[in-house]
């Protein structure tokens, strides 16, 4: 697999989960969007960064004991201790939020570590302590019992299920206000420079709107209207012919 | 139809929609508060308008493909544009909010043409953007995904369904950090009034209640109580006969 | 029954709800944490208290008019008349939040009367206003109905469940940032020591994982980890055995 | 409690509870249905009787062990031997079909001593053998875990809740095949003996629909529909006039 | 709007949905299938033909009494009695089964106009008596109240959402074991042509299967078994051009 | 791996699951049993055998194309083709039931190799055909969408939750009226054998219940029943000892 180049990441920064959203859907791609995890963290952080995997299973009592923790190998532990510094650690908990997935401590190493976020479809316990890390976190609810009491980890970096969403190791993961959305490895760059340029424009859009224009002919643009926006774009405006 | 007098807005915009709620059960009417769609404006904006109204229905893949919004006369742009000033937005997404209803620039533009609100059982995007806007938005959750991915915009001014709630076109939508509730259009005068009154002795009885009255006696007041209460309404006191 | 000693009252308010799940758990006991009920108070506040209840059933439409609130035996009125000073007033909604179980003025007059704090599975109403007072308040949503809308109060300090954990009158409630959970009374003493023990040295490791330590070792901690712990309690050292 | 009139169970043998449910909206009663427990019974029997309740709280693991059942007091038991013949055991398991709340042996006892059917918002185990009992069932769910795995019994005879709706203990219990709807123990009476004359008049109306008459005039009837059908009551017609 | 003809309604009434789900896929169409509808009927009848709309929104008590059915004009009534005969009556209760959205004698009377089927994503009430009707019926469930509990009718024919699949008038409604599937009337005649090709090829194949085939090669199948498949069809086999 | 004894099949297929569950109960199991997929056969067959798992994530638009069955290796398929005679196909399907998770061609060539049963918590599809069969399936619901739809097959034989159960490859698999239940494959012997001598007493117990026993001293049985039971044993009796 490729790495995830600066300038695809640093667009991505930039460009709302709305924006690609819209971008993957004229792709014939609808259901990207992870459904029921917002943001916990408190600031409005972006997160972006390639998928790292953990799957948990439903807990069998006489296995997901408290001892298993004593085993470096735990999946979770691993997950915590080896997911690549820049990349996200995504959760499949099968959407069953009735217990954390992980807590203070683990979100605090993985931030240590260089983790770029953490999304689960299950809970986050310590949740306040989390919310104010400098990573950002996304989570389908805030919850205390620990993870052993309904998530049996099995899998690192396979693909998953998370929040009604595919999610292949590598895959782009991208959050912002609006939740998290997935964007196939394969045409991450692609999506990411479309969406650069299509957020200027809207950019420019929401500037005009904001004077007062009408949607007829500034939402969508009409020619006159991109005119115009190409015209504020200067001397970094060759992009532009992707809009 | 006839218009929402200032005065009865002017009363709705202090009156809480927790009081509203038990004028109407007193009435009969149980079903007019709007399940399921909190406030996503940040400050505790007030909001009172009549209802204009847009429907969707499920989309479908072959029509409701992006080159729709290039028709200005597309249900949603529409609604955008030709809402009166001082109306609030409502619309029916038959409580689907796994894609949005409307994003950033199309809450903009409402609001700058003077609209009192939008409250979709559907998602909005761009929510950190319309959380800050001088308008109260109401929503089911935020969601990034384009409303074409799962609504088809259909009619405007029908009578919907919004949140379990029946909303009439020009029917009074009040909302608070309770959320949104539906006055019938006949009775919203009446009810404005009352609930005028209402909340005028409810404040009366929770500074008694924070000086250490107990409930009885004081909530629901008694004869002495009511006594006392009208004896602070001085000369803007004539109202209270509606108590 | 005995009453909270305030050694155990003071441990809880400085344990988290996370810490007193893995107690549970380690002593079989999965259905604890109340599902469902964020906080709704916007500040951190801590709530510990012995839990007093209030069951509803389903309303019915002939006897569950405004007038009961005229009888100040009715449930719910006597319940915020008589929990005692310090308890926590735990309601039974049956996971309907379509009405509120109490308002603002209610909120109010358990506080004063020393209530510490409120749950319920149900709604309640004037929501901004009691997320702003000197109590905890959990709640599964904001909801304006009054609770005649949808809920009979019937008892007093019954056995209930609430979010589908079960509450004994008595019971220790605590809550925090990721929610509640309920201590069965019998084990509260010894579950709160461990806690708190539990928690310091959790504090301890989260300070070494800031400071760059792996989890391998530290949590959970070997040996050499928990002598350095111990070497930090000091004087105040000596509870640590429980560890 | 008055008894059940055998007057009153005779009509209500034959009446739908759709009908009952329009009889009781006329009367404001709209929550009386009990929503999501469907008949488990193969065959389509009619059920009659007054409700005899146990409540159920969410199960404690310290608890509820399988050693409960050693005790012949336990909630449960002492429901299935104490229903008095002719009532209906109504369990309230708050609408958790994760787990029973009687299985086969517990049913067959129950009709043995004439109990007049079991109506439960939880699961049922044994499920196949119950639906061929001589007694009409209704539950949420099949369900093979034992009740101690989600319920703990702790009252009999109290008010409780069941799929929604209020029932106290001497409610009439009605069920046929599209579920079962509870009529207040105070207007029992009154309700059986509109509803059994609605009855005889829709049944003269589908007639007349099956014969090809329209819905207008025909439902609801007009006057020259109400005629003729008198005509057809002849000597036992005098109980029209309720209609 | 064109008529069905009886060559695409012959092919459709021995087609599979599920087939029809699948042509329906390769052409992009996702959500055309009715969810959470099954069959009430008992028997296997198949079912086909034009959608006639009637769209509910959220009942409201003081308009949604028991007169309004002495008004003829009412939509529910108008629709059973103006559903043109061979057309399917789709109601939209935005999946609302709380209540019934028709009863009985409804059924019966559309059923005697030559109906050709009902559906509904809300409930529907002597559930036992319209199982057994010579006319297909899925509802969302059992229902014993009366439509104005929960439903107020307000249009007829327009576009409705049901069971999250979007109908439109003249839409072709295809009905068996499975549930419900809708085909846009644009291209129902081509799929039903495509469809009733394909079963043919499903129904050689699970005879090959059933004979001990593998998957491999007759699953879909190969050039070989295409060319068997084709020399059964004997002077029939024109169509197979189309698999 | 072991293979399941004939004597153990022999044991469990006339075991209940609800005797089952409450063996599991015993032994602090609570969560074996799957939630939310009843039986899809009409007649009662019983279904026994070691599982053999299929694990879906969501399906992505662009890589689940119907092309993808001409691969005789896509998981689904090879899933099919490779399930050992007299184990179980258990599906993950996420609990998503809106689309099948497969039809009447791929279960019927699955009964033709011999599989002992079909378990899904997804739909399946021509779901009368499949209801028919000589081998008993058990799904979420009925649905016509083909599996790409909303399903991605990844994996054969790993560890998968179905219906909120964990289920490990050769775990045994245990289906009657009731649902299925899981027995870890560890202890499925000890279990079978209790099991087994549990529901002989069971059909004791019942049959004195039927006679008119009371439930005290029968049931749970006393050392008098349970003396009488033995007696009924005979030669036959030996294994009474473990009840």
Same mark, same amino acid.
């Given at each position: 697999?490729?790495?995830?180049?600066?300038?695809?990441?640093?667009?991505?920064?930039?460009?709302?989960?709305?924006?690609?959203?819209?971008?993957?859907?004229?792709?014939?791609?609808?259901?990207?969007?992870?459904?029921?995890?917002?943001?916990?963290?408190?600031?409005?952080?972006?997160?972006?960064?390639?998928?790292?995997?953990?799957?948990?299973?439903?807990?069998?009592?006489?296995?997901?004991?408290?001892?298993?923790?004593?085993?470096?190998? *735990?999946?979770?532990?691993?997950?915590?201790?080896?997911?690549?510094?820049?990349?996200?650690?995504?959760?499949? #908990?099968? /959407?069953? *939020?009735?217990?954390?997935?992980?807590?203070?401590?683990?979100?605090?190493?993985?931030?240590?570590?260089?983790?770029?976020?953490?999304?689960?479809?299950?809970? +986050?316990?310590?949740?306040?302590?989390?919310?104010?890390?400098? =990573?950002?976190?996304?989570?389908?609810?805030?919850?205390?019992?620990?993870?052993?009491?309904? *998530?049996?980890?099995?899998?690192?970096?396979?693909?998953? /299920? #998370?929040?009604?969403?595919?999610?292949?190791? %590598?895959?782009? =993961?991208?959050?912002?206000?609006?939740?998290?959305?997935?964007?196939?490895?394969?045409?991450?760059?692609?999506?990411?420079?479309?969406?650069?340029?299509?957020?200027?424009?809207?950019?420019?859009? +929401?500037?005009?709107?904001?004077? %007062?224009?009408?949607?007829?002919?500034?939402?969508?643009?009409?020619?006159?209207?991109?005119?115009?926006?190409?015209?504020? +774009?200067?001397?970094?405006?060759? /992009?532009?012919?992707?809009?």
């Amino acid at each position: 697999m490729t790495e995830l180049s600066s300038e695809t990441r640093d667009r991505l920064m930039v460009v709302s989960t709305a924006t690609l959203a819209t971008i993957l859907f004229k792709r014939g791609l609808r259901s990207q969007f992870i459904q029921g995890v917002p943001r916990l963290t408190s600031r409005p952080l972006k997160m972006v960064g390639p998928a790292f995997t953990l799957r948990y299973i439903p807990a069998r009592e006489d296995i997901d004991t408290i001892e298993v923790f004593r085993d470096p190998e *735990h999946p979770q532990r691993k997950a915590i201790e080896t997911v690549p510094p820049g990349h996200v650690l995504v959760m499949d #908990c099968r /959407g069953d *939020h009735s217990a954390a997935s992980a807590g203070g401590i683990l979100a605090t190493r993985a931030m240590i570590r260089g983790c770029a976020g953490i999304v689960t479809d299950g809970g +986050l316990r310590d949740a306040d302590e989390i919310a104010e890390l400098d =990573m950002p976190t996304y989570c389908a609810a805030r919850s205390a019992p620990t993870n052993l009491t309904r *998530h049996h980890a099995v899998d690192l970096n396979v693909p998953i /299920g #998370c929040g009604t969403a595919p999610v292949f190791p %590598g895959d782009i =993961m991208v959050g912002d206000g609006d939740g998290v959305i997935v964007l196939p490895r394969g045409i991450a760059d692609e999506v990411a420079l479309e969406g650069f340029n299509q957020d200027k424009l809207e950019s420019f859009v +929401l500037d005009e709107i904001r004077k %007062g224009a009408p949607l007829r002919g500034t939402y969508p643009p009409n020619e006159e209207t991109l005119k115009r926006f190409k015209a504020t +774009l200067g001397d970094t405006g060759s /992009g532009s012919g992707a809009i």
